[in-house]
């Protein structure tokens, strides 16, 4: 039976597994949670960052975690006249968990073609909102570590950068459960969804790290990334079967089923 691996974070693949199990029943499914997504509760944290809310002139969420970790640290109402930027659909589907969005009169920005959801779309849509970024205040909420581009960008410009880790993200343990989810499955059966660099870094060393039974996932298994960078990342490891697309469950879609349908 083929195989497709979900890597994301524990409770970000329902949507795409609630598709998948409707259009392709066939499908076995197999969670590997590469990252787990830890929330930062720090007082001294959430105290800062209801500080730099009304001085700051934009808040750039980096992530769908990032939204929903950033209103746990902050606990109260996302302030309306903080205008918010997103890079894709679903922190705008986070965004609106919490009731921001634009019939609820807040201002976001986020490119409109899935096509353009990485950081380098969200560059240019705020590009066309703001004639120049010099002087201004731009918040970053996001895990440890994580995105440098964008923020450099607004740097060249003159803008004034702050920061919150609002989360951190902790690699799937080497002893854990999920993988023998892999040990028992064919790789030259099986199609794996990485949405994520760091995800995909952890995957090969551990994959290298157990070569006696996991080689065959870097030479037979097919590598599906939701982002052209992603796929660069892959090839580098030593991958060898590599496809990627646009972000969001639709784009994956078509291409499992392309994949899907080349398997038989």
């Known amino acids: 039976m083929p195989n497709i691996v979900l890597t994301r974070p524990l409770g970000q693949s329902l949507r795409l597994g609630e598709l998948l199990h409707r259009k392709f029943p066939m499908l076995e499914q ?12 720090n007082p001294a944290d959430a105290k800062r960052l209801k500080e730099l809310l009304p001085v700051s002139d934009l808040a750039v969420f980096v992530s769908p975690n990032a939204v929903e970790c950033s209103m746990r640290l902050l606990q109260a109402a996302w302030p309306k006249s903080l205008p918010v930027a997103v890079v ?11 009731g ?24 240019k849509i705020l590009n066309q909102s703001q004639a120049s970024w010099s002087g201004k205040k ?25 920061s919150v880790a609002t989360y951190k993200r902790m690699p799937l343990a080497d002893d854990a459960p999920a993988w023998l989810g892999l040990k028992k499955s064919l ?10 660099s760091e995800a995909t870094r952890h995957f090969a060393q551990f994959l290298k790290e157990n070569s ?3 080689e065959s996932w870097l030479n037979e298994a097919m590598m599906l990334c939701t982002h052209e960078r992603i796929a660069q990342v892959c090839n580098e490891l030593g991958f060898k079967n590599i496809d990627w697309c646009a972000p969001g469950d639709d784009s994956l879609l078509v ?5 899907h349908t080349n398997k038989n």
């Open 30 to 41: 197999i969670q590997l949670p590469l990252l787990s997504i830890v929330p930062n509760e």
């Open 88 to 98: 894709g659909g679903g922190s705008l589907e986070a965004l609106s968990h919490h």
């Open 187 to 196: 790789p030259n059966d099986s199609i794996c969804v990485l949405t994520s």
């Open 255 to 259: 291409k499992i089923e392309q994949w």
């Open 138 to 162: 731009i918040l970053f909420l996001k895990g440890i570590g994580g995105r440098a581009w964008l923020g450099e960008q607004f740097l060249l410009q003159g803008a004034e950068i702050h």
């Open 100 to 123: 921001i969005t634009a019939e609820n009169g807040y201002t976001i920005h986020a490119p409109n073609n899935p096509s353009e959801w990485d950081s380098e779309g969200l560059w």
């Open 212 to 214: 006696s039974w996991a």
